[in-house]
């Protein structure tokens, strides 16, 4: 079993819907999580980042972490042709660990 | 600020071919990353390096040699080329306590 799973899609959507990615892990001592944004030729940028369990919001973007259910989303709102891309989820377990965790990504078009 | 800089952009190799794949960050990080990306099996961790003067295997090492130049510049060798070693190679580095940036990649094609 990977310690990170991600559904790779692809998902389609028409602009404005609300797009919800996934991942489910396996390590309970995963304590970061974090997604990034990849363009395709591009390297990944990171989007948004969370400790522990809850939610964070950063203006169409929110994460969510459920730490109960090993399960973490992202969610965007009012998508935009622009959001066109995949994206990868990752964890880890300490601050100062050097061990990241990627999900195999989710490719997302958001059609105008 | 340039961030995270990857050389070449692209490469393509015959088999037992070598080369060198070069990183230099300038964003003062401290901790240097190579992945390779292969569809279907997202990033794989191939070495790391935690400070100037040290590193440690990843995920995926064999095959593959590295340098840790000073603190800036981390590259990546491959002694003697295979077609499996088609992939897109990133570069990462990262502040302790902070997440990582990752360069532009740099595709290689082994034939």
């Known amino acids: 079993q990977k310690e990170v799973e991600q559904d790779p899609g692809p998902l389609s959507v028409p602009e404005g819907a609300i797009v919800s990615l996934n991942c489910t892990y396996s390590n309970s001592a995963f304590q970061y999580f974090m997604w990034y944004r990849q363009y395709s030729r591009k390297g990944p940028e990171l989007l948004m980042y969370t400790y522990s369990s809850g939610n964070k919001e950063d203006g169409r973007f929110t994460a969510q972490v459920d730490k109960s259910s090993k399960y973490i989303s992202l969610f965007i709102r009012d998508s935009q042709p622009s959001d066109s891309a995949t994206y990868l989820c990752?964890?880890?377990?300490?601050?100062?660990?050097?061990?990241?965790?990627f999900g195999t990504g989710t490719s997302l078009t958001v059609i105008p | 600020n340039a961030g995270v800089t990857q050389t070449p952009k692209f490469q393509v190799l015959k088999t037992g071919q070598s080369m060198t794949l070069q990183c230099a960050q300038d964003m003062n990080h401290n901790s240097m990353y190579w992945y390779r990306q292969d569809p279907g099996m997202g990033l794989r961790l191939i070495y790391y390096s935690a400070s100037e003067g040290t590193t440690d295997k990843g995920e995926v090492p064999n095959g593959y040699n590295v340098s840790r130049l000073n603190k800036r510049e981390f590259s990546l060798r491959l002694e003697s080329a295979a077609p499996s070693q088609t992939s897109v190679y990133f570069c990462?580095?990262?502040?302790?306590?902070?997440?990582?940036?990752f360069g532009p990649g740099t595709r290689l094609t082994v034939t």
């Open positions: 990462a580095s990262r502040l302790d306590g902070y997440e990582q940036y």
């Open positions: 990752a964890m880890r377990t300490s601050n100062t660990g050097n061990q990241f965790y």
